[in-house]
């Protein structure tokens, strides 16, 4: 799944079979996301019952989340895109 703009929800019955790629806009969790949750632009909020089954990788932009929230995998923060040299 590929978010670049708007507010997207996952509510605490929703299940995303594969990894989700944050580029703008929000991203609200409280469900499952079995892949990655790779946040290179906007804003995730974990809430209590999210669980992400791979790895949470940061970039730019917000990542809060709460207590309760389960990441299955590491947590990666610094996360930069590639930059093609001409």
């Known amino acids: 799944?590929?978010?670049?703009?708007?507010?997207?929800?996952?509510?605490?019955?929703?299940?995303?079979?594969g990894s989700v790629y944050v580029l703008g806009g929000a991203l609200d969790v409280d469900g499952l996301i079995m892949g990655d949750l790779v946040v290179?632009?906007?804003?995730?909020?974990?809430?209590?019952?999210?669980?992400?089954g791979g790895d949470l990788r940061i970039g730019n932009g917000t990542t809060r989340g709460s207590e309760l929230a389960l990441v299955e995998g590491s947590i990666i923060s610094g996360l930069t895109l590639p930059v093609e040299q001409a």
């Open 40 to 52: 290179l632009d906007g804003r995730v909020t974990l809430g209590p019952t999210a669980r992400i």
């Open 1 to 17: 799944m590929l978010i670049r703009a708007g507010n997207v929800v996952l509510h605490t019955d929703a299940q995303v079979g």
